[in-house]
């Protein structure tokens, strides 16, 4: 066992690579880690603007080609204080990033409240 402090805030979920070398976990401190699940080193740190609530690996990384190495961050605002606040958009997208390079890659519009869950077929 081993315990680690990671967030300044409750952890949402967290989820394994396709084979298990990266760990993702995500927040409402607006990071989503990704760590190795064995020593809990921080390989990359997203951050968005509101909380993050959930994330998934590319499945078709082609280690050879160093292809499709994504990961997918969804999240926002609860539901609960966007009438409450003034802020403009409550980051209800999903982004798009690069485990390589850290870059924003894009964005999935379209939602209108959190992002609780993603999921993308095996085949990609």
Do not use: W
């Not at 967030?7 to 394994?16: A, E, L, M, N």
């Not at 409402?28 to 968005?48: A, E, G, Q, R, S």
């Not at 999240?75 to 690069?98: H, M, P």
């Amino acid at each position: 066992m081993k315990k680690v402090s990671l967030h300044k805030g409750d952890i949402f979920s967290f989820t394994f690579s396709n084979d298990f070398s990266m760990l993702a976990t995500c927040s409402n401190d607006t990071t989503c880690l990704v760590l190795d699940p064995i020593t809990f080193d921080v390989y990359m740190k997203f951050d968005k603007k509101n909380s993050v609530r959930t994330a998934f690996f590319y499945p078709m990384f082609n280690e050879d080609r160093m292809e499709k190495f994504h990961i997918f961050i969804g999240g926002g605002q609860d539901a609960k204080e966007v009438a409450l606040t003034e802020e403009k958009g409550s980051s209800f997208e999903t982004r798009i990033f690069s485990l390589l390079t850290g870059k924003d890659l894009g964005q999935i519009k379209g939602h209108f409240g959190p992002v609780h869950s993603l999921e993308i077929s095996p085949d990609g």
